[in-house]
């Protein structure tokens, strides 16, 4: 958008759409029908807080019955669910496994929300064996106890899956559905091309099961042979991801249970919390007073920014944005948050100086505004790359594997290093990298927008650091 375009609504536009995005960050959204309540937008009370801030559980999880796993399959099953709790924006985790006593003792924060702790629905959330396997048919086994296992032969598994993910697709009537979408490997490309040849037009299906449990059993119309497979099955979106995230995970190589657990005190404190808002709205108040007294309707505009882009990381943590969900707010996320709001601070200072040099040098007020931010954008560009790349390489290294930087790193540097999921790392970089794209659109692109439009409005030059004439 030019500058001659800019009305002089286009400031309340921006403002007031600021001012929603700010309210609906922190107050959510959530709708009542019957007896069951919807959310629709997650506010800051839907956000996650770490064991540093809000404190959690410790679980002691081991092989299920009078199963002996080997200290390899405790090594194993310690990284699926390290994986499996990252994926679940859980980034702040305590994990590790004593193979003397065959037990895994984890570490997790509170859900939001939640006050008194069940070990049942925490072994729940981080998912039990998630072993996906593709069968002929749907017939069962049942035992004396009357638990029903699959009988069928196993046509793939997930040893066979390079990865899934999840996504959109029409079904037969038209209407949009969620599915879990599969890419095969090489072996389980020609297995699933066998067995849905042999299958091929008649009335067996290839039933879909997650451990004992039958997700879906569609027919087969026509052989696949391109390696991709689709999962369908009343899917939400939440479903689906988490069906997504638990394959790529791999499936624990024993079943769990819970032999024992306790809560866990914050380690900063129950009024951690409280202190670190209180201390950050001082600094905020400080500096917008600053921002203001020293640059005057630049400065005011860069307060408004600031709300923006604060917002902005703040709802990136609550999943407000629904191509991602939410993550675990932790004191190294606040750090990330808090990193980033310098730097879109120092970026509204440096186009302030500009503003000022370019009225000084005899501009009138719209050039001088126009080539500040032009000139200026450069110098703001240099300044946040860097943290750019930062925050992607500490998503990338410490990221959940299937992640988009995972895999992208992991797969050209950090490959020799094997797969890594260190949540409180990669949460500073997740906090981070949101902020730095937040001040470039609240604080270079809005800014502007906001500026240009108040200099149709008010349009004396000292306004903007400039001298009278």
């Given at each position: ?44 009370d ?17 092989p299920?019955g ?8 405790l ?42 702790f069940d ?14 396997t ?7 086994n ?15 598994s ?48 290839i ?8 997700i ?12 991709n ?50 201390a ?23 307060v408004?920014?600031l ?16 191509f ?6 932790t ?23 500009r ?7 005899g ?16 110098a ?19 990221g959940?594997?299937?992640s ?23 949460s ?14 609240f ?9 240009t ?17």
């Amino acid at each position: 958008m030019t500058v001659k375009k800019t009305g002089k609504s286009t400031f309340f536009i921006v403002v007031a759409l600021i001012a929603l995005f700010a309210v609906s960050t922190a107050t959510g959204l959530d709708y009542l029908f019957g007896d069951n309540t919807t959310t629709v937008i997650k506010g800051v009370d839907d956000i996650r807080l770490g064991i540093d801030i809000k404190g959690g559980v410790d679980v002691t999880f081991a092989p299920a019955g009078d199963y002996d796993a080997t200290d390899e399959q405790l090594d194993a099953a310690t990284e699926i669910i390290k994986t499996r709790l990252a994926s679940l924006g859980i980034n702040d985790n305590e994990l590790y496994s004593d193979g003397k006593s065959d037990r895994i003792i984890v570490r997790f924060p509170w859900q939001a929300g939640e006050s008194n702790f069940d070990p049942e629905a925490a072994v729940k959330e981080l998912g039990e064996m998630a072993e996906l396997t593709f069968r002929k048919g749907t017939d069962t086994n049942t035992d004396e106890e009357g638990n029903a296992t699959p009988a069928g032969e196993i046509v793939i598994s997930g040893s066979d899956i390079e990865e899934a993910g999840y996504t959109q697709q029409p079904d037969s009537y038209g209407n949009y559905e969620w599915v879990v979408t599969l890419k095969l490997n090489g072996d389980g490309t020609s297995k699933f091309a066998s067995a849905t040849s042999e299958l091929a037009g008649s009335s067996t299906p290839i039933s879909i099961w997650m451990d004992n449990t039958m997700i879906s059993a569609p027919t087969v119309n026509n052989a696949i042979s391109n390696g991709n497979a689709v999962i369908t099955g009343n899917f939400t979106s939440e479903s689906a991801k988490k069906l997504a995230d638990q394959i790529n995970s791999g499936a624990l190589p024993f079943k769990i249970e819970t032999k024992s657990f306790k809560t866990i005190s914050p380690t900063m404190g129950e009024g951690s919390l409280d202190a670190i808002l209180l201390a950050a709205g001082i600094a905020f108040a400080l500096i917008a007073v600053y921002m203001i007294v020293l640059y005057r309707i630049p400065g005011l505009v860069a307060v408004i920014a600031l709300v923006g882009q604060v917002s902005g990381s703040i709802a990136a943590v609550t999943g407000w944005f629904g191509f991602q969900p939410g993550a675990t707010l932790t004191i190294p996320g606040i750090a990330g948050i808090i990193l980033a709001v310098g730097m879109g601070v120092d970026a509204n200072i440096i186009t302030g100086e500009r503003i000022k040099e370019e009225l000084r040098s005899g501009k009138s007020l719209d050039s001088a505004i126009s080539m500040a931010y032009k000139r200026a954008f450069s110098a703001i560009l240099d300044g946040n790359i860097t943290n750019v790349i930062i925050a992607v390489i500490l998503m990338g290294a410490f990221g959940v594997p299937s992640s988009f930087f995972s895999k992208i790193l992991n797969r050209t540097i950090f490959f020799m290093f094997g797969a890594t999921a260190e949540g409180v790392v990669y949460s500073f970089g997740f906090t981070l990298l949101v902020g730095v794209i937040c001040n470039f659109i609240f604080g270079v692109f809005f800014s502007r927008l906001m500026v240009t439009s108040l200099s149709k409005i008010a349009g004396n030059r000292v306004l903007y650091g400039g001298d009278q004439k």
